[in-house]
């Protein structure tokens, strides 16, 4: 039986071996710096399905399509009131989806879409990249449109007769619209030192 030092010895000799006796490499036929040779470019249109990033703020990125409150409720009912209750007052899986307005400033935080996001476009985003928990993405955008209606219908934020889509979701304004700060304290209490430094 050999030892451990032998083997290595040999086997990084056979590697030396079966490195000089590769093919050499060509300069005339190859360029100095051939790149990444796996993979493609992809289409536009490849990547589509994978584009569907909303921006919160103002809702671009948002598809074609709309949406009423009536229609919201027929969708919910059928796809969502199996884990969030009926009218999102809570199921067996998830909690309330209503109320909690103004509850952030207190120590006893309901958080649902009428209370924590921002912006409504938020709301769109998830329920289309998450909802239904069973099969994501699953939800057509009229679907998606309409759900979001009538989730900020039940938190008194639209009317019944809302319609959602690219324009109207965008500007319907959040009650916590202004409840998040910018936290532009420093990350460390460390006094800045330049010179005689303890």
């Known amino acids: 039986m050999q030892s451990p030092k032998a083997l290595l010895i040999a086997g990084t000799a056979a590697l030396l071996v079966a490195g000089c006796a590769s093919q050499q490499y060509d300069t005339a036929q190859t360029p100095p710096n051939p790149g990444v040779k796996f993979g493609k470019p992809i289409a536009t249109a490849d990547i589509a399905p994978w584009d569907i990033d909303v921006r919160t703020t103002d809702g671009r990125g948002l598809p074609a399509g709309r ?13 969502c009131a199996v884990c969030h209750g ?4 809570g199921g067996p899986v998830y909690g ?11 120590n006893t935080r309901v958080l649902t879409p009428g209370s924590m996001y921002p912006y409504a476009p938020i709301l769109f985003d998830y329920i ?4 239904p928990m ?7 955008a009229n679907e998606v449109y309409a759900v979001s209606a009538y989730l900020l219908n ?6 019944a007769n809302a319609v959602m889509d690219q324009s109207t979701l965008a500007q319907v304004h959040m009650p916590n619209r202004n409840g998040f700060i910018v936290d532009d304290r420093p990350d460390t209490k460390a006094v800045r030192c330049m010179t005689n430094c303890r």
């Not at 309330?96 to 207190?106: D, E, N, P, R």
């Open 67 to 79: 949406g009423s409150v009536a229609e919201g409720k027929a969708v919910y009912d059928a796809k």
């Open 86 to 89: 009926a009218e999102a007052k």
């Open 96 to 106: 309330t989806m209503v109320g909690g307005i103004g509850s952030f400033k207190t």
């Open 128 to 131: 289309r990249r998450s909802m």
């Open 134 to 140: 069973d099969k994501p993405q699953s939800l057509t």
């Open 154 to 159: 039940l938190n008194g934020i639209v009317p």
